[in-house]
């Protein structure tokens, strides 16, 4: 019985250590993978006929401008907003405006599931198509870029070091919140 305590102990140290190194570089990565899924996926639709939701995004986007930019322009506006947010992310410069362009876009890559609602959902059962569940996950990156808003206010994530043990039977702590406000 000894030795499995010293088994979960060892664990709970490098637990806390793992713990430790997330709570030092768990934004800045996050941050940074943003960076990329959106640099990368911007410089996908600079190529007429590669993206796979080309058509869907050329579309919403000549509706949401009001025919001002269509077709290939169209296409152009949508990868360099998210080729300039990709870069915003990845070096972390201007990220204000990057995330306000992201919170812009986000908006527009998620107005087909209100715009074209029957084509994403076809069917009796409306089960969503790969274009629906393409969008469908940009609930992830809003939720990920609100986290990256959230630090250039200077929130930080603090380390407070538990057990595992301590911690295996409470729910997610709530967010502590500064007593002093600026």
């Keep these: 019985m000894k030795t499995l305590a010293n088994l979960f102990d060892r664990f709970d140290r490098l637990d806390t250590s793992i713990n430790r190194w997330l709570v030092a570089h768990s934004i800045a990565l996050l941050r940074i993978g943003m960076g990329l899924v959106f640099l990368g996926f911007g410089v996908l639709k600079f190529f007429p006929g590669i993206s796979p939701i080309e058509d869907l995004a050329t579309r919403t986007t000549t509706i949401l401008t009001l025919g001002m930019l269509s077709g290939h322009n169209a296409m152009n506006f949508v990868a360099g907003l998210e080729t300039i947010i990709g870069v ?52 992830i990156l809003v939720a990920a870029g609100m986290v990256v808003a959230s630090t250039w206010t200077g929130a930080r994530i603090v380390a407070k070091p538990q057990s595992l043990r301590s911690t295996l039977s409470r729910r997610v702590p709530k967010v502590e919140r500064s007593l002093q406000t600026a």
């Excluded at 972390?92 to 107005?111: D, E, N």
């Excluded at 087909?112 to 996950?137: C, D, M, N, R, W």
């Design 88 to 139: 915003c992310f990845i070096s972390g410069r201007f990220l204000r405006v990057g995330v306000w362009l992201m919170a812009a876009q986000m908006v527009g890559a998620m107005s087909p599931l209100l715009i074209f609602p029957s084509e994403l959902f076809p069917g009796p059962l409306h089960a969503p198509t790969l274009a629906a569940q393409y969008i469908v996950k940009d609930i």
